[in-house]
Nanobody, 128 residues
Framework: QAQLIESGGGLVQAGGSLRLSCVAS????????MAWFRQTPGKDREFVAR????????NYSDSVKGRFTITRDNAKITNYLQMSSLKPEDQGIYYC?????????????????????WGQGTQVTVSS
């Protein structure tokens, strides 16, 4: 069973930073696009950022652009989400996701339904 394991969540004050990590269980994930989504109670999972297999192409939601950075280290089968200037509205459970497909249309890659593999999530709490 392929696995994605997130870590790095926690409690941080508004304006602070956190780095999330997502480790994959097998090296085939190095050929996959990776992404981060977040979810708050009662809401659908919201796209945050994605990165292509090589790390050369990234996309961000408008709400995090300029504050968050997604990267990957294929030697470690790991991708990272560096979050800076955190706001209370960034709070939620952050999920790592993966897919073999690369969609050019935001309507597709921002949909959780288009991502095949998911981690269990890590909680990010931002205090005001």
């Amino acid at each position: 069973q392929a696995q994605l394991i997130e870590s790095g969540g926690g409690l941080v004050q508004a304006g602070g930073s956190l780095r999330l990590s997502c480790v994959a269980s097998r090296s085939t994930f190095n050929n996959y696009a990776m992404a981060w989504f977040r979810q708050t109670p009662g809401k659908d999972r919201e796209f945050v950022a994605r990165i292509n297999w090589s790390g050369a192409v990234t996309n961000y939601s408008d709400s995090v652009k300029g504050r968050f950075t997604i990267t990957r280290d294929n030697a470690k089968i790991t991708n990272y989400l560096q979050m800076s200037s955190l706001k209370p509205e960034d709070q939620g459970i952050y999920y790592c996701a993966a897919t073999t497909s690369w969609y050019s249309e935001p309507h597709f890659f921002q949909s959780a339904k288009k991502w095949n593999y998911w981690g269990q999530g890590t909680q990010v709490t931002v205090s005001s």
